[in-house]
Every structure is written in C-alpha cells, then in structure tokens.
C-alpha cells in the first residue's frame, strides 16, 4: 500500500488538518455575512419600494423569501434607475453590462447584484428573462406609444411577466402551464398598473392605452397627450383595459394551484391586492387621470387573510385554464424557462451524484488510512516485541 498522509488529502473535508478547517470555515462565515448584508439590504429597498410585494413576501418560505427578494430587488433597482428623468440610453446600457457580470459570475458591487447573482446560478433563471426586462426598459425610453393591445401586452410581458416567471423558477416550478399561468398573473398586474397611473404617465410624456381601442372611443392620443382630460371616452378605454386584465388574473389563480403549497398563500395575496386597485379604479368613475387609486393597508390585511381562505377553493374551470397555451407575447420566454428549469434539474441531479461519489471516495480514504495506521501499529508491535525477546545463547 502507498503511504497516504492527511497532507496528500488536505483538500478532502473530512481529513482536513485543522488549519485548513479553520480556513475554511472562516471563509464560509465571511461570505454567508456578506450574503446575509446583502439581503438585508434587498429587504430594506422592497419596504420602500413595493409595500404590496413586501407584504406578501413576509409568508413566503426563508430561502424562497430570500431569492424573491433578490430578484425583485434588482429589477426595482434597475427600473428606478430608468425612471430617474436624467436617464437616457446610457443608463440602459450600463445595466445590459451590470447584467452581463451577473451572469459571468462576477456582479458589480451593488447588494442587488451580487445576490441576484447568487439566485440565478442556484435556480437556473435563463438570461433571457431578465434581457426581457430590460428591453421593456427600452421601450420606456423611447417613449414608444403601443397601437394594440397585443403590443401593450409585449409591453407588459417584459416588464411584469419576466417577473411572474423568474418568482416561479424560484419556487422550483418549471412545467410549461404553470409557467404560462405566472406570465399571466404578470401581464393582468402591469395592465392594472396602466390603468391606475393613465394621468400620470400622460403627464410625464407617456402613453400606454391601446391606440385603436382609444380611437374606437372617439379619442385621439397626441390630442389627449397635450392635454390628458377625463372624459367618458377615456373611461370607456379604462374599463376595457380592466377587462382584459381580469381575463388574465382568471388565468394567473388557476396557475396558483400548480405552485408548492407553502408558496401559494402568498403568491394568492399579490395577486388580489392588485386586483383591488381596479376595484378602487371603479369606486373612482374609472377616473385615472384626476384620481390615482390605492389600496389602505387596512383592506391589504384583510386580502392577506382572504387569500388564506382562497387557498382552500377550487375553480370549476382551473383544470382547463391551466392547461391554456401562454398568451403570444410571453410564449418564447415561457419555453426558455420550461426547458432551462429541465436542464438545471437534471445538472443538479448529476452534481448529487457526483456528490455522492466523492463522499465514497473519501469514505474509501478513511478507510486505507485506518488500515495503514492499524499495520504501522501492528509492525511496530511486532518490531518492540522481537527487541524483547531473549536472546538465544549457544
């Protein structure tokens, strides 16, 4: 048997000397802090940023908690940064490269992405999710105005859905219907988002109703954006656009279900805390241009406990709305994160039993060096024994 010494196996755990252990552990607990620092500091921009996200957040699972956070962070990040007026392309761009780094596995030294760096390489999301994002940013940008509502859904899809379907990587769901369904709940969300701030993004140079329903209203969009009025014309696009999005939320609860048990009271709260601000959008005549609809914290709660009770009801047409194909705009990315949730699974798959080999590798080790110690203990035994023995005398 070759000599094997705990020196040729520093680099094995279990036989480590205690200097490399310390090491190591010292290593580990400095980046666990650094981790740890990092999501504190995620937690504090969402409080700040969506109170609605944060409420829901809180009844997550820790570690799905924790990469929601992540991810949400950077995208609230990353859309703060385009909504700063003084943003132009250069802005864009220079999150397209902080991306980039994401993705290479070294962030830019910015908490939101140094963790979700860590949430991407741990839950496979596919770069083209977060790309999406930023090509809604884009379209921010060039104030690009949408003529139907296909194109205020590709909108929306970037912006929103990406979202709905990197949270659904993050609570291990990859089918392709459950998938579909969190691009939807996406969609109805940002749709109820256009039609809460109409005034305000008009007033800011923006414009994101369907031009074709607006002008099957009797209104004309550069007019209205000169001089955005409320009028029974815009109120009738508004309803309609509430419409839709209540079509899709129909299609996002029955994607609840698909999802992990622990996650869906939290997933069911978002989604009918949004939905409850088109229900105040109705309370106000439809008016988004004089009024701006918001939910107390008040009713927030008691949607919290409501989507507790939801939980337990079932849609008599869940079975079939699950299985819908994804709307058009969010098909390709529903596809890319179906297949990478796929590839990710069974790379997991293959690095555990990889695992697994290497645990009995070590386990083999262990038990050459035990021997080997057993026969240097046996020889020297043998060695003493013979020194002792007496001489024989002729």
Known sequence: MSDITPDNLESFVPFATNTSRQRARAAQASVSASHQADLRECAAAIRKGSKSFHLASLILPAETRKAALSLYAFCRHSDDLIDDPRADRTALDQLKDRLDLVYRGTPAP???????????????????????????FAMDLGDRHYKTIAEVKDYATCVAATVGLMMSLVMRTGDKDALARAADLGIAMQLTNIARDVGEDAR??????????????????????????????????????????????????????????????????????????????????????????????IKKLSLLLKARLTQLEQSNTAHFDIQRPADPSAAHLVSACANSFETHARLQKAALASDADDSNMEWVLGVMIKLQAESRAHHRSQKLAMQRRPQNRF
């Not at 910015?110 to 809604?136: H, M, N, S």
């Not at 029974?232 to 279900?257: C, M, N, T």
């Open 110 to 136: 910015y908490a939101c992405d140094r963790a979700f760096a860590r949430t991407v390489q741990t839950y496979g999301i596919p770069k083209c999710v977060p790309e999406a994002l930023l090509d809604g």
């Open 204 to 297: 800011n140079g923006r414009l994101y109703l369907p031009e074709d329903w607006m002008r099957d209203a009797g209104l004309d969009p550069e007019a209205f954006l000169a001089s955005p009025e409320f009028s029974p014309e815009l109120r009738e696009v508004v309803v309609r656009l509430l419409a839709e999005a209540a079509h899709h939320y129909e299609l996002g609860h029955a994607g609840i279900s698909a999802l992990p048990e622990n996650c869906r009271h939290a997933i069911r709260t978002a989604a009918l805390v949004y939905q409850e601000i088109g229900t105040e959008i109705a309370l106000n005549n439809y008016d988004s241009v004089t009024r701006r609809a918001h939910t107390r914290k």
